[in-house]
């Protein structure tokens, strides 16, 4: 079937004709936001259909929202979004996070349609899938924020009309019980590794409450043993085979506490062996190196491999396992023992104000995943107030009183 033209057409109006697959289709020229010549196709079944899509793309245009190329996918663009705007502006962990979701779950699902056709509904269907098959919450409000915020950027360049994750929810997140050491596990597992080369790291994880690429991060220079305080500065995370040296997840990350006399004890005890690991490793030990605002430069780290290197992540949890077998304890994660120091600051009435100190949390966190201690000690206040008023106890009932003066009158 050949190709059917219209006549000609005013240049706002575009040219439409009648294509071979039997739909219809209008074109438009048009300058984008950098002066550039682009053409523009709009497709219906009716030539009413399309007849009209050339003008309001000029109308909107008018308006500064430039005319959708529907040849851009959401996948080709998500590529570019993360090397151009996403990498410059995000921690190497937190870009990782964002690379792999995309490759996993956003591209797979989302990256063949054209921008201008992802839509509500479609975003929706997407995470309610995502849910539906097993995958976590938080990992779906995630995927959410990544959609969310690559759209609004393609918004913001005017390659698209709107941003559509702007008005679907995010799934919503139950927030997973802790499982932290009881106090009888943690005194099991502090004498375990009673010996242990790497004994220092996992005492000041549990008497500290640190992150694992926070303790990966400490240099001796952090470490003040006269005042026994001990400061959190940065954090260490590997990605994609480089060792980065960055600031701490959060702003109230950095930090300063006080060494427990048990921690500052196993610090020191672990300075003399590394000493020792120096002398023996002669020409293996290995200067720990790390990328800090894109230049590399040496760690004097406390915590490092036998042959001075930053510690693996995997390595330290194989350890951090065969120690938990060892003793008989169930598995934990090593981010358990940042929970496990929470709950045992709980439990030992130290303020909850302090413990969001020494953990460098804010105050939503704390009382979202500690809810059951924190009652608890609500309760205890309370039966301790009972115990300190009940001498004087509270009569019930109304004290019936007569007015002075006052006496029988007769009728």
Request: charged share 25%.
């Amino acid at each position: 079937m050949a190709t059917k033209k219209t006549g000609k057409r005013g240049n706002s109006e575009g040219s439409i004709r009648l294509r071979e697959d039997g739909r219809w289709e209008a074109r438009l020229r048009y300058r984008d936001a950098n002066g550039i010549s682009r053409r523009k196709s709009f497709f219906g079944q009716t030539q009413r259909e399309v007849i009209t899509k050339p003008a309001e793309a000029r109308q909107q245009q008018t308006k500064g929202i430039q005319p959708t190329d529907d040849r851009l996918t959401f996948g080709k663009y998500l590529a570019g979004w993360l090397e151009n705007v996403a990498a410059p502006a995000l921690k190497p962990s937190t870009l990782a996070s964002y690379e792999f979701l995309c490759r996993k779950h956003i591209v797979p699902s989302l990256g063949h349609l054209p921008m201008s056709k992802i839509d509500p509904q479609t975003l929706r269907r997407f995470l309610a899938s995502k849910v539906d098959s097993g995958l976590s919450g938080r990992s779906a409000q995630y995927i959410h924020a990544i959609v969310r915020k690559s759209l609004s950027d393609a918004l913001r360049d005017g390659l698209v009309v709107r941003n559509v994750a702007s008005l679907v929810r995010a799934p919503r997140v139950q927030a997973k019980p802790v499982d932290p050491l009881t106090p009888d596990q943690v005194r099991l597992m502090l004498t375990a590794i009673q010996g242990d080369r790497l004994e220092a790291l996992f005492t000041v994880a549990v008497a500290l409450g640190l992150r694992q690429g926070e303790c990966f991060a400490l240099q001796w220079c952090d470490i003040d043993f006269e005042t026994r305080v001990l400061h959190v500065r940065h954090g260490l995370t590997r990605s994609k085979g480089r060792v980065i040296l960055d600031t701490p997840k959060t702003k109230k990350a950095v930090r300063a506490v006080s060494l427990p006399a048990v921690a500052a004890a196993a610090l020191q005890a672990h300075r003399h062996r590394q000493e020792l690991e120096r002398e023996f490793a002669g020409s293996r030990w290995v200067p720990a190196m790390a990328e800090k605002n894109g230049k590399l430069i040496e760690l004097d780290l406390v915590f490092r491999s036998s042959t001075g290197t930053p510690l693996d992540s995997r390595n330290v949890t194989q350890r951090f396992q065969a120690i938990l077998k060892g003793c008989g304890l169930p598995r934990h994660r090593f981010h358990d023992l940042r929970h496990s120091a929470a709950t045992l600051l709980l439990v030992q009435g130290v303020h909850p104000r302090a413990i969001q100190q020494i953990l460098g949390w804010d105050q939503g966190v704390m009382l979202e995943r500690y809810t059951h201690l924190v009652d608890e000690i609500r309760m205890d206040a309370a039966n301790k107030m009972d115990a300190i008023l009940k001498p004087v106890g509270v009569k019930l009932g109304v004290k019936n009183e007569k007015p002075a003066g006052s006496g029988s009158v007769s009728h």
